[in-house]
């Protein structure tokens, strides 16, 4: 047998002492929270000083461009995030980073992410970690059969008590004033984060529904190859808390039990196309009945449209710099517009008849998100 298809997904494998600390970092997250309380009484002095204000959340379901809006957020001089050099001892970072300082480093290179889009990433590039901490708390977090939501009546003192230390251990780390992250799990917590931040600001990334499932499925296609090639990239999506696609692809359960098992249904099925249309219906039309809801959140929340990021991006950012409080970011908007096209790596996989399901199912809830 050829071995050309596992060599196609070598990036996606992680090296063998990330995967060995990833899993002992999964399989005892009491341990790693204790580990964490333990360098917050150590750092006790420095951290009460760190102020905690107008936290950045950038969400939105997957392949949306949260990626992307997160590397562009993260290069204003504020902002701080977690980084891909936190994995995996993330709730330990000023220990870690330490370590990592006092070890030989040889120049970096940037490299095309496993997703193979086009986004280049170093060990210092920003990346979503903060879920592997939501999961320690909340270890039902990624069970389809519960509800996900997390709302303005939710409490975990526990959880709420080392968030904000950690915050401000990556406030302290990098020296920022204003903590960044992107979540995508984050749809269905944006009420409770408001509770706990009530300056904090949104950035709800969305897309035409067409593009958007042919992205998702192009990428569900791939991870799982991925994953059958080298079992240890999936033993890595479970560490950090990725379960977008891939072999253990998992929706998000907004309290809607029977819409859950009717989407499962589908990918089990093989109705791909079907499956996550009514995904994306699921989640967005969530979405959309919370800010029609709450005028707080939705005061907080600025939705940005993936195809207006494309087509007008200098003016797209310098609203989303805006509505975060981020002043000072002209010549950076200017730099970064440049990264904003449309895809071109891949086209639309759909004949007519599933653009007409697509449209079908998703019609009414897009429309509310703009889209005719």
């Not at 090296?15 to 964490?36: A, Q, Y």
């Not at 309380?37 to 949306?64: I, M, W």
């Not at 984060?193 to 499925?217: C, E, N, Q, T, Y």
């Amino acid at each position: 047998m050829s071995k050309e298809p596992e060599s196609r997904y070598e990036a996606f494998e992680p090296d063998i002492w990330s995967h060995v600390l990833g899993g002992l970092v999964e399989r005892h997250p009491r341990f790693w929270v204790r580990m964490g309380n333990l360098e917050t009484r150590v750092f006790h002095d420095s951290l009460k000083a760190v102020p905690l204000t107008q936290p950045v959340y950038v969400s939105g379901l997957a392949r949306a461009g949260t990626t992307i809006l997160l590397e562009t957020l993260a290069g204003h001089a504020a902002t701080v995030t977690h980084r891909y050099r936190d994995y995996p001892l993330v709730f330990t970072p000023c220990w870690w980073n330490r370590f990592l300082d006092r070890m030989p480093h040889s120049g970096q290179v940037a490299v095309e992410r496993s997703h193979r889009d086009g986004i280049r990433v170093t060990a210092d590039s920003p990346e979503a970690f903060e879920e592997m901490l939501w999961m320690a708390f909340f270890p039902s977090a990624h069970d389809p059969g519960v509800s996900q939501v997390l709302d303005g009546s939710s409490a975990n003192p526990a959880f709420e008590a080392f968030y904000r230390d950690h915050v401000r251990k990556l406030l302290m780390l990098r020296g920022g004033s204003r903590y960044l992250a992107k979540g995508n799990y984050n749809l269905t917590r944006l009420e409770y984060l408001l509770g706990l931040f009530p300056d904090a600001r949104f950035v709800l990334a969305v897309r035409d529904p067409v593009w958007h499932i042919a992205s998702l499925i192009k990428q569900h296609t791939l991870f799982c190859a991925a994953e059958r090639a080298h079992p240890r990239a999936l033993d890595y999506m479970r560490c950090a808390g990725h379960f977008e696609f891939g072999l253990d692809r998992r929706p998000i359960n907004t309290g809607d039990p029977m819409m859950v098992s009717e989407i499962e249904a589908c990918w089990q099925t093989g109705r791909e196309v079907e499956g996550w249309a009514r995904y994306w219906t699921y989640l967005h039309r969530y979405l959309a009945d919370r800010l029609e809801a709450n005028a707080a959140l939705r005061e907080a929340v600025c939705i940005v449209r993936h195809e207006e990021l494309c087509d007008a991006p200098a003016e797209t950012l310098n609203g989303i710099f805006s509505h975060c409080r981020l002043d000072g970011a002209a010549e950076l908007i200017v730099r970064k517009a440049e990264n904003f096209r449309p895809p071109s790596y891949y086209a639309l996989p759909f004949d007519s008849g599933e653009r007409t399901m697509i449209k079908r199912l998703t019609g009414v809830t897009a429309r509310r998100f703009g889209y005719g």
